[in-house]
């Protein structure tokens, strides 16, 4: 059964090229949100099997997002996307219960490679 994943990135222009990596890989979309807030409002309606967030984003960053969605779900699976040199993100972010991190600008072979690690 192929695994539902909720794209949460500011850039509609990101959120599309991670869809089009995505469901060519056999993954359904469950959904996307432009900011953190958003982001924690799908999750709760969609209950996804996986999450990718941007970082950075308005009204809501993908960190303070990430811990929301870690409180209404302790289980949940979420990889963050950061651009390069964002490293103390990177670590706030696994230490806040992130699955991995896909460096920005993405490479098809490592969004699969990191999804298949967390969720198959």
Do not use: H, W
């Given at each position: 059964?192929?695994?539902?994943?909720?794209?949460?990135?500011?850039?509609?222009?990101?959120?599309?090229?991670?869809?089009?990596?995505?469901?060519?890989?056999?993954?359904?979309?469950?959904?996307?949100?432009?900011?953190?807030?958003?982001?924690?409002?799908?999750?709760?309606?969609?209950?996804?099997?996986?999450?990718?967030?941007?970082?950075?984003?308005?009204?809501?960053?993908?960190?303070?997002?990430?811990?929301?969605?870690?409180?209404?779900?302790?289980?949940?699976?979420?990889?963050?996307?950061?651009?390069?040199?964002?490293?103390?993100?990177?670590?706030?972010?696994?230490?806040?219960?992130?699955?991995?991190?896909?460096?920005?600008?993405?490479?098809?072979e490592r969004v699969i490679e990191a999804v298949k690690k967390v969720v198959g």
């Amino acid at each position: 059964m192929a695994k539902n994943i909720l794209i949460c990135d500011d850039a509609a222009f990101m959120r599309m090229m991670i869809k089009d990596i995505l469901t060519k890989n056999g993954y359904n979309i469950a959904g996307e949100a432009e900011n953190g807030a958003r982001a924690v409002e799908k999750y709760a309606e969609t209950k996804p099997d996986l999450v990718l967030m941007d970082i950075t984003m308005p009204e809501m960053d993908g960190i303070a997002a990430l811990k929301k969605i870690r409180e209404l779900d302790g289980s949940a699976c979420v990889i963050m996307c950061s651009a390069m040199g964002q490293q103390a993100m990177v670590i706030e972010a696994i230490q806040s219960g992130a699955k991995d991190f896909i460096v920005k600008p993405f490479q098809a072979e490592r969004v699969i490679e990191a999804v298949k690690k967390v969720v198959g």
